[in-house]
């Protein structure tokens, strides 16, 4: 018990204290009405896509998202993957704005593109754009409130949202930020750890289950300097809570990596057993966490520059569609996908994200006997973070991920069949 | 087929329900102050009104419909004008076709909004469909973003400078200054307007219009009707509107008026050198010159010569927005697409509350509306002959 106490008031004071006079803002969002038809911008947005309506018949690219072509009339419109590229007609900075949300960020630069194809989209403007006109690349991310918005930034390499002060209200960038990882006895736990230090994070809490068992690499979690572990088990709620009382108000991203994999078939002796272990852990676990730590999240959301904003799963892309010879821990994973959505809509009520990973199978001994390609421990953590600097929330790390949203897609029945055949 | 003529169809009584900036008040009670003071200047009872036409953004849940029972009104001839700043010259084409044809004797042409202090935000917030989709989200500047964009692209295209606008702006102030109605009662110097608070870049405040509560109506009939009631009148003679022109433009730079002012000045038989003065829609200055270059008072680009070369008051050259526009009297939402026309039929009768234009036979008066998405969708225009 010393043993904690003395761990917990360490991570206390590592944690900058701010001022307790001063009152926490409320959180304020921007507007998220959109039609239904215009959630298709978002649907892509959430994979870090942008896609647009391209008309079947006659190839016209649309927006604003509709019903019916602007040109032929077809109503048969597709959501199409875009390149983005465009010219920058005219732009703005907008120093008046009716909703609090963009009162309280104000300015904010706001231009008009005309795409290649001839549509013209209302978009913000990068800080790094420079003059009007000029040749950009739109891109989609997803504003606070969880609803696509397009951006324009430089046509050529890669734009670091988080340079931009307003842009980086569309990111959950790690640095400067307080972590909570759940559990760092995992492979995939200590990559996380290693990634979000490398990535900037002010101090990283390593949640760790049954201390007394020493597992490769904790030792040298403790040379990360940002980090700090502390007790937690998710299977126990009491711990939960503990450790939500004790940091909880502090936590700016939770990355939610604890993770039972027993790796058995329906059929297979002792499936009932490994299936409440998993759904304990996965599931239940979630469940646990959610309870005591989205409050405090919510409740910090609008905190300064380093206020509360994503929380993040590593779920499995098995939960998409169960793989038999993993089926109860496929199971679980859909559990907490689904517990995941509920949390995600309560969450965006004040702006914090829910970011999901669905990585395929990981290089570890719980997947061993799956064939290769196969995701490292490092890459996952890798994806992690670009999802946090980047704008998304649904991530699908790796080929053999990609691959089987690319299936689940395009026939979520087919690859139930194909996935019950044993073709993975 | 070429397009008939208006005939004998006159406008006649306009009225105007003093603007306030907050109102507690609903539209009805706006709208209905507009019906009443129509009926007093015509000195007719309510029965003899047997058509209406009715534009406004915040008769929610009602619509032209509600607002007969609303006021005890038995009609034979109803339209709802959801076009906002080109509502009047909508109603007047409409209504007129109906005088000309025997569908209705008396058309009472309204258009009126209240304000509450959160009105306008939740108005813009769900305007349209691809505003509430696609352009509020970024912002929430509503108008004052859409018309920043096509500003800042016009002043970089056609080298317009914020003085030129600004020009525009204090002619309108010193001709609302001898309106007792308009809201805006202090002259406003170049200083002021060019140094004034920030809204979207270029725009800074007295570039925007201000958000208030009114009403503004008129009558149509025939003109055996109006010499029946003792009324002054105006005549129509040619009416043009046009939705969603040019929807190809990467932005607006242009309106429905350049698709159709051959076909204006046609049927009104006039040149438009042969205009003594002019009503343009003005939330924003911008849209003024757009006006001026699109109806033919000169070429596409020469806009900022034009201010230069033109003094818009009064008594100057080319008089514009007499009464002071909505830029100086306010916008009362729908009502704002109706003070042109009311404001025309005041010069061209000799009723004006403000300064008179010399000599005012002919007037014209120009509405555009509705930024659903990225540009207005609706413009037209009406040109109105003194008797």
């Excluded at chain 1, 008031?9 to 307790?20: D, M, Q, S, Y």
């Excluded at chain 1, 403007?125 to 006109?133: A, K, L, M």
């Excluded at chain 1, 990882?181 to 809490?205: F, H, N, P």
């Excluded at chain 2, 309510?46 to 008769?59: C, M, P, Y």
Aim: glycine share 8%; hydrophobic share 45%; proline share 6%.
């Amino acid at each position: 018990m010393r043993q904690r106490e003395a761990k917990v008031a360490e991570a206390t004071t590592r944690a900058k204290r701010k001022n307790p006079i001063l009152r926490t803002p409320l959180p304020t969002l921007p507007p998220g009405a959109r039609s239904r038809v215009a959630l298709g911008l978002t649907a892509a947005a959430a994979r870090g896509a942008l896609e647009l309506q391209v008309c079947r018949d006659c190839a016209a690219v649309q927006y604003p998202p509709r019903e019916v072509c602007r040109d032929c009339l077809s109503s048969r419109l597709l959501w199409r993957p875009h390149n983005g590229e465009g010219e920058l007609v005219a732009e703005t900075v907008l120093h008046a704005a009716q909703e609090l949300y963009f009162r309280e960020r104000l300015p904010w630069r706001i231009g008009v593109v005309r795409l290649d194809d001839g549509a013209n989209l209302v978009v913000y403007v990068h800080e790094s754009v420079r003059g009007t006109p000029c040749r950009i690349r739109v891109e989609a991310a997803l504003d606070r409130a969880g609803e696509a918005v397009l951006l324009a930034v430089p046509p050529h390499g890669s734009t670091d949202l988080s340079a931009d002060p307003k842009l980086r209200e569309m990111t959950c960038d790690p640095r400067r930020r307080k972590i909570l990882v759940t559990d760092g006895k995992s492979a995939i736990g200590q990559a996380v750890v290693r990634a979000l230090a490398d990535a900037g994070a002010e101090m990283i809490w390593v949640g760790e289950a049954e201390p007394w068992k020493k597992i490769a690499g904790s030792a040298k979690l403790r040379e990360v300097p940002q980090a700090t572990v502390v007790p937690l088990d998710v299977t126990d709620s009491a711990s939960v809570r503990e450790l939500a009382g004790e940091i909880g108000g502090k936590v700016d991203i939770l990355v939610n990596t604890a993770d039972c994999h027993r790796t058995s078939a329906i059929g297979a002796r002792g499936a009932l057993n490994a299936a409440q272990l998993e759904m304990d852990v996965n599931y239940f676990g979630l469940l646990r966490l959610a309870k005591e730590f989205a409050p405090l999240l919510k409740a910090r959301a609008a905190d300064g520059p380093a206020n509360a904003i994503a929380w993040v799963n590593v779920l499995s892309i098995f939960a998409l569609s169960n793989y038999p010879p993993h089926g109860t821990y496929s199971a679980s994973k859909a559990a907490a996908l689904s517990l995941s959505q509920a949390l995600r809509g309560d969450l965006y009520a004040a702006g914090v994200r829910l970011i999901n990973l669905f990585p395929g199978p990981v290089d570890d001994e719980w997947d061993q006997l799956e064939l290769p390609p196969k995701l490292s421990p490092n890459a996952l953590a890798n994806a992690l973070v670009a999802a946090l600097r980047g704008s998304m929330e649904d991530v699908y790390p790796g080929e053999v991920a990609q691959d089987w949203l690319a299936r689940h897609r395009e026939n979520a029945k087919a690859l139930e069949r194909e996935l019950s055949e044993g073709n993975r | 087929m070429a397009r008939g003529g208006y005939g004998d169809v006159v406008l006649a009584a306009p009225v105007t329900v003093p603007y306030v900036r907050y109102s507690i008040r609903g539209a009805h009670w706006f709208l209905g102050r507009a019906l009443a003071q129509l009926l007093a200047a015509a000195k007719i009872p309510k029965q003899r009104v047997d058509g209406l036409a009715v534009a406004s953004f915040t008769l929610a849940p009602d619509t032209a419909v509600g607002l007969t029972q609303h006021l005890g009104l038995t009609l034979r001839w109803l339209d709802n004008i959801p076009m906002g700043g080109a509502s009047a010259v909508v109603s007047i084409r409409r209504a007129a076709r109906a005088v000309q044809n025997g569908d209705a004797e008396i058309v009472a042409c309204i258009g009126g909004d209240t304000n509450h202090t959160d009105s306008f935000r939740r108005n813009t917030s769900a305007f349209s469909q691809f505003a509430q989709d696609a352009v509020y989200p970024y912002g929430s500047g509503g108008p004052n973003t859409s018309f920043a964009l096509l500003t800042s692209y016009y002043m970089r295209t056609y080298g317009a400078r914020r003085a030129n606008f600004g020009k525009l702006c204090i002619a309108q102030r010193n001709n609302a200054l001898k309106n007792p109605l308009a809201l805006f009662k202090k002259p406003l110097t170049l200083d002021q307007y060019l140094n004034a608070r920030l809204v979207a870049e270029p725009l800074r405040l007295f570039d925007c219009v201000m958000p208030c509560a009114g009403a503004e109506g008129f009558l149509v009939m025939r003109e055996t009707t109006a010499r029946d009631l003792g009324l002054p009148f105006a005549r129509l003679l040619a009416a043009i509107e046009r939705h969603n022109a040019f929807p190809d433009d990467p932005i607006q730079f242009r309106g429905g008026w350049a698709m159709d002012r051959d076909e204006l000045f046609a049927q009104a038989a006039l040149k438009p050198a042969d205009i003594n003065f002019v009503e343009v829609y003005d939330d924003y200055p911008v849209i003024n010159v757009l006006q001026f270059e699109d109806l033919g008072f000169c070429g596409k680009g020469e806009g900022p010569d034009f201010i230069r070369a033109n003094t818009f008051e009064t008594d100057g050259t080319f008089p514009c927005n007499t009464s002071g526009g909505q830029l100086s009297a306010g916008q009362a939402g729908a009502a704002g697409g109706h003070l042109g026309a009311v404001e025309a039929i005041r010069q061209l009768t000799g009723q004006t509350l403000g300064a008179p234009v010399a000599n005012a036979r002919y007037g014209l008066v120009s509405g555009f509306g509705m930024i659903n998405y990225d540009r207005g969708i609706c413009s037209g225009a009406v040109v109105l002959a003194a008797d």
